[in-house]
């Protein structure tokens, strides 16, 4: 377990002096909050669960640096999603699922380009793509499970939102940190 709680703050270490490899310019706060979510979830994961697989630390630092760097430029660089569909991959290989979850994943990259499609691009490419990622790492059940949880948390708070901002409504909300919230509660629900 110490091992682990030393992995957790050695990739939240790499993730805060990482800056520059993000794909987009990001404020001394943005490195502080991924290095800290990435410290916090690792390392209270394994404080909560005792081991876990080691191919979760990577993909839980991935996913708060697809978030920070989504809630502050509304982009998802492609080399984030890259780098999480490498680790889902071996995720998957490691467990022996992986046909399985190559599917769910197709299905949800299907849903997720239709709406897409269907609302003219108010659906980035970026959430597109990160949500056939975190379907891909997950499998069956956990992906429904955070899809669920994702869209839900966005719904509540673009409903916030729009109370709170009732003169001056934002036209657009990042979706990527509720998926990644949601991948988040998948991985939860793997350890059980």
Not at 41 to 68: D, E, K, Q, R, T
Not at 100 to 114: D, K, M, N, P
Not at 175 to 185: D, E, I, N, S
């Amino acid at each position: 377990m110490v091992a682990q709680i030393a992995l957790a703050l050695a990739l939240a270490i790499a993730v805060f002096f990482s800056d520059r490899f993000w794909g987009a310019p990001v404020s001394e706060f943005d490195r502080w909050a991924a290095g800290l979510l990435t410290a916090g979830l690792n390392g209270g994961m394994v404080l909560a669960f005792g081991p876990v697989p080691f191919w979760y630390f990577p993909i839980v630092a991935m996913l708060s640096v697809v978030s920070v760097v989504d809630r502050a430029h509304h982009i998802i660089p492609n080399r984030w999603v890259l780098g999480l569909g490498g680790c889902a991959l071996w995720a998957r290989a490691s467990s022996g699922a992986w046909q399985a979850s190559v599917g769910v994943a197709l299905i949800v990259l299907a849903f997720f380009l239709a709406v897409h499609f269907v609302t003219q691009g108010g659906l980035g490419m970026g959430d597109v793509k990160l949500s056939g990622v975190v379907a891909l790492a997950l499998g069956y059940p956990a992906t429904v499970t955070a899809i669920v949880t994702g869209l839900w948390a966005a719904g509540l708070y673009a409903v916030f939102l729009l109370v709170r901002h009732r003169s001056h409504r934002p036209k657009t909300l990042p979706l990527g940190p509720f998926l990644a919230l949601g991948g988040l509660v998948g991985l939860v629900e793997l350890l059980h």
